[in-house]
């Protein structure tokens, strides 16, 4: 009789997986429905139609949505289903806006309408900005689970859950993503899977940030740009003040601040300065060293205080 072998992911060494065919709510769901638990299902429904009154059409839909629920592949596509949700309500809206423009302007032109409007949103830079920051929110996530799936980290618990992806919006140097830590797991081990993270997400970086109250819930940030890295001019609000002033001139306050090295501060032209500024200024001379008297050393000892 030949034993039956468990696989182990593939880099997670030492650490034994339990078998989540066997856990979750088909487990419980699939006892009623299976062998002589069809006879407890349908009497039940029988007492609710006879005894208590109900709709049969809404006992019976309830029963056949629990026989479906029996089933594990139910649950993996509601899951699918959930991450995929966004792209479900997208489709599903252009679908719709589509139907409504060719119903009110007939075929051709409500699809000319359609795809320029829709182009129109892509080339207007404040649209473009903000579909495209909501784009990558949404390819955030899909491209966390998979790093989390696949990494050589380990993220998921002894039961093979990965780590909720509650919610990810833009922010001013990439997208925030938050996460539910499951039982079994803790922010060292999402900490630990950065450095995979990023390239999984095309970013620069990516930073954890951990919510102090509650140690269930931790924000990864994926970093894509760095705002202080760029070369324009940042202009001063001190400079529309300035033009305000008498004796100024207009402009001035907007250049660029730079870091100014040691060398140019040492080799400055200090004669060209204000005389008011280098009559305040301390002498840097040292005084004179007074120069020391000759030891005199008579029979090993030192005379040199009472030779003049």
């Given at each position: 009789?030949?034993?039956?072998?468990?696989?182990?992911?593939?880099?997670?060494?030492?650490?034994?997986?339990?078998?989540?065919?066997?856990?979750?709510?088909?487990?419980?769901?699939?006892?009623?429905?299976?062998?002589?638990?069809?006879?407890?299902?349908?009497?039940?429904?029988?007492?609710?139609?006879?005894?208590?009154?109900?709709?049969?059409?809404?006992?019976?839909?309830?029963?056949?949505?629990?026989?479906?629920?029996?089933?594990?592949?139910?649950?993996?596509?509601?899951?699918?289903?959930?991450?995929?949700?966004?792209?479900?309500?997208?489709?599903?809206?252009?679908?719709?806006?589509?139907?409504?423009?060719?119903?009110?302007?007939?075929?051709?032109?409500?699809?000319?309408?359609?795809?320029?409007?829709?182009?129109?949103?892509?080339?207007?830079?404040?649209?473009?900005?903000?579909?495209?920051?909501?784009?990558?929110?949404?390819?955030d996530r899909q491209r966390m689970r998979a790093c989390f799936k696949v990494g050589k980290v380990r993220t998921m618990n002894l039961d093979g859950s990965l780590p909720l992806l509650l919610w990810a919006r833009p922010t001013k140097t990439g997208e925030r993503v938050w996460l539910w830590i499951r039982a079994g797991s803790s922010s060292e081990d999402i900490e630990a899977s950065l450095s995979y993270i990023a390239p999984a997400c095309y970013a620069r970086d990516a930073r954890i940030h951990r919510y102090r109250k509650l140690t269930t819930i931790v924000a990864v940030d994926i970093i894509r740009r760095d705002?202080?890295?760029?070369?324009?001019?940042?202009?001063?609000?001190?400079?529309?003040?300035?033009?305000?002033?008498?004796?100024?001139?207009a402009g001035e306050g907007t250049e660029t601040i730079r870091s100014v090295p040691v060398i140019e501060i040492t080799e400055a032209d200090w004669g060209s300065a204000d005389p008011v500024l280098r009559k305040t200024r301390k002498s840097t001379t040292t005084p004179p060293v007074e120069p020391t008297r000759p030891t005199v050393i008579v029979s090993g000892e030192d005379l040199s205080d009472y030779v003049d």
């Open positions: 009789m030949s034993k039956s072998t468990r696989r182990t992911p593939t880099g997670r060494v030492g650490f034994e997986y339990f078998d989540r065919r066997q856990t979750g709510p088909w487990a419980v769901l699939r006892p009623l429905f299976r062998g002589y638990g069809w006879l407890v299902s349908l009497g039940l429904a029988v007492l609710l139609i006879a005894g208590v009154g109900l709709d049969p059409y809404v006992v019976m839909g309830v029963v056949f949505a629990l026989f479906l629920g029996s089933f594990t592949v139910t649950w993996k596509g509601l899951s699918l289903a959930i991450r995929l949700r966004a792209y479900i309500v997208v489709i599903a809206a252009l679908m719709a806006a589509n139907k409504t423009l060719q119903a009110f302007l007939g075929g051709l032109a409500g699809n000319l309408v359609f795809w320029g409007v829709l182009l129109g949103l892509f080339i207007y830079g404040p649209t473009r900005r903000f579909l495209t920051r909501r784009i990558w929110c949404v390819l705002p202080l890295s760029a070369n324009e001019k940042v202009p001063s609000p001190l400079s529309q003040l300035s033009e305000k002033v008498s004796g100024t001139v």
